[in-house]
């Protein structure tokens, strides 16, 4: 399992911006395709980007598309979510988590998940 650290969350104003790190252990994290869900209170886990081990592949739910961007630096074991002209409605908990080899967007598919960081737009 690779263990995951998400940081860069907090509170910011509708239209703002956002950058949320996800820092991987080990030297395996390039083997990983990385994925980048969202859950809010009382509501389903939903799908937010992924992105394939060596970046040339990503996909974004139709939500996010235009505003956020994923990418990762294998050399810093670190993926990232740029989130671009936030809403109120993307306010959730977002959780970074990883698959070997191929790219995913479904939570079942991804072995190992860290703690999630708290998103908060305010209107």
């Known amino acids: 399992q690779v263990q995951l650290v998400e940081s860069g969350g907090g509170l910011v104003q509708a239209g703002g911006s956002l950058r949320l790190s996800c820092a991987a252990s080990?030297?395996?994290?390039?083997?990983?395709?990385v994925g980048w869900f969202r859950q809010a209170p009382g509501k389903e886990r939903e799908f937010v980007a992924a992105?394939?081990?060596?970046?040339?592949?990503?996909n974004y739910a139709d939500s996010v598309k235009g505003r956020f961007t994923i990418s990762r630096d294998n050399a810093k074991n670190t993926a990232y979510l740029q989130m671009n002209s936030l809403k109120p409605e993307d306010t959730a908990v977002y959780i970074c988590a990883t698959r070997w080899f191929s790219i995913a967007t479904m939570s079942r598919d991804f072995g190992s998940w860290g703690q999630g960081t708290q998103v908060t737009v305010s209107s």
């Open positions: 080990g030297r395996t994290f390039s083997s990983v395709a």
């Open positions: 992105i394939s081990r060596t970046g040339d592949a990503t």
